[in-house]
Structures are given as C-alpha cells and as structure tokens.
C-alpha cells in the first residue's frame, strides 16, 4: 500500500473526529441536551473527512484564500447535496434538513453552510493542514501501518454494523405505527377515566364548596385536594403512556435505529414521518421529565 495513501486515510480519520466533535457540539447547542452527533457509531462524521481530504488533495500547493473558499463553499455543498441525495436513495429517508434556513436547495444545503464549509476549507488549507502533516510525519513509519491497517477495519466492520442495523429502518416504523395506535386505544381509555373523575371531583366542589365552608369547616380543603389528587393521576396517566411508547420504541427498534433518531433531530422519513415525529416529541418530553 503506498505510503501516501495511508497517511490520507489517517488524515481522513482525524477530520471525520473534528467533524463529529463539530456537529456533537453544535447540536447539543441547539438541543439543549447531549447529542452524540455522527452517522457511524464510533466518533466519526464521515463526510467531513471526505471533503477535508478531497480539499487537501485538489489545492496542494494553493495558497490563495479567495480561490480556496470558493471552490470549498461550492464543493463541499455539491458533496453534501450528493450525499443527502444517495442516503435518502438508500435508507428512504433524509439525515438533515436546512429548509427551515433562508436560501436553501430542496433542504439539501443552504448558503449558510455554504459560507461555514468555505471558510473552514481556507482554514483547513492555510492553517490546520500544514500542522497535520508535520505531527503525522513524526509518527514512526512502522506505527503508521499498523494504525491505518487497524482504523480501516475499525471503520469497516462499524460502517457494515451501522447500515445492516438502519437498512429495515422503515419498516420498523411500520410495526412502531401498528403497536403505537394499539396504545393510543390505551391512553384513549385512560384520559377518559380521568376526566370523568375530574369532572365528578369538579362537580362536587362546586356543589358544596359554600354550604362546607360553613357548616364544616375543614371540608372545602379536602375537596381541593380531591380535585388535586384527581388531575395528579391524570399526569401520571399520561407519564404511563408515554413510557408505554418508550417501551414500545425500545422492542421495535435496534440499537442502530435508536441511535439515529436521537443523533438526528430533524431526520424525516418518506412514509410513516408523522409518526416519526410523535416519537421523537414523546421521547424529548420524557427526557425533560428527567425519565
């Protein structure tokens, strides 16, 4: 294996973890909550490896900042329209969304991050890729095939884990549609229970509120906390059914496809996305309910 080869791939690995730690953090931001941000399991985003070698490779020598954003503003979003593009081809679904930004194309890649990937190419190029190259060439050339023998069947086993686990992820969702209106003819029934003891509870304190407040004193206190204790199990309720919907989550869907839901907030599907949707806001509600 050429040498040159093996130190790229190194580099892509290094980029692929910037890129992860990126993403991880800005959408934590954005959340409001740890998002372990990549599509592979372990701390890669791929894509960012890709372009950042690609740029690497394509500018060589070049030094011109201007010529460098340009090219790496419209090559990273052909990359990423193309990427988007072949994901949703393959998995039936789409990773990521920008059409909630202003300026975007089919929500596939926006001007914004446009403007970010050229900037972080100039970066790449004038300032973070010379000190990549000089610590790479330290390390011992026995060293460095060892770790790009490992980190290539790392990638390898975790890149066929992650699709085998995502490729059915449809169809799970199919079965989570099935089992989730069976719960919701649950929840149906419970929410009745409950607003009928609302109500009763309701009734009798405007029924004896006044007469109590004379005649027994301490009565208009204990209807108070009927009434309390009833709308109480009315969130306990509607807890139970949303963890009911949890555990349900739980036997549908694999590891992989969990992990996808939770790393991709705005990941939609081609059928079966309103679900996906009630999913994922019965599952936030859970966590800041701290469940």
């Known amino acids: 294996m050429p040498l040159i080869v093996e130190y790229l791939f190194l580099w892509f690995i290094f980029y692929s973890f910037a890129g992860w730690v990126y993403e991880s953090i800005l959408v934590s931001c954005q ?13 890669l985003c791929p894509i960012y490896g890709t372009g950042a070698v690609t740029g690497v490779v394509v500018f060589g020598d070049m030094r011109d900042p201007l010529v ?65 190259e000089r610590v790479t060439a330290l390390i011992p050339l026995q060293m460095v095939h060892v770790l790009f023998a490992v980190l290539v069947v790392l990638t390898a086993i975790d890149t066929v884990i992650t699709v085998c686990g995502i490729v059915n992820f449809e169809q799970s969702l199919e079965q989570f549609k099935v089992a989730m209106a069976k719960a919701a003819q649950y929840g149906d ?17 405007s029924g004896v509120m006044d007469g109590a407040s004379e005649r027994f004193g301490g009565m208009p206190g204990k209807v108070g906390e009927k009434v309390g204790e009833s709308w109480q199990n009315g969130k306990e309720m509607s807890a139970e059914f949303m963890l009911r919907v949890r555990d349900v989550a739980d036997s549908m869907f694999n590891r992989q496809q969990r992990r996808m839901i939770a790393s991709f907030p705005r990941l939609k599907t081609n059928r079966n996305n309103e679900t996906l949707q009630e999913l994922r806001e019965t599952m ?4 800041r309910g701290g469940r």
């Open 31 to 43: 959340e409001r909550r740890w998002v372990n941000r990549g599509f592979l399991n372990g701390p």
């Open 68 to 132: 460098i954003f340009l090219i790496s503003m419209i090559g990273a979003s052909i990359l990423e329209y193309v990427t988007s593009w072949a994901m949703e081809q393959l998995f039936h679904a789409r990773w990521w969304d920008y059409s909630h930004f202003r300026f975007n194309i089919q929500g596939r890649v926006c001007l914004l991050g446009a403007v970010v990937f050229g900037i972080g190419g100039v970066v790449i190029v004038d300032v973070v890729q010379p000190q990549v």
């Open 284 to 287: 936030e509600k859970l966590h």
């Open 189 to 205: 029934a419970m929410r009745e229970k409950v607003g009928d003891a609302v109500s009763g509870a309701a009734s009798m304190a």
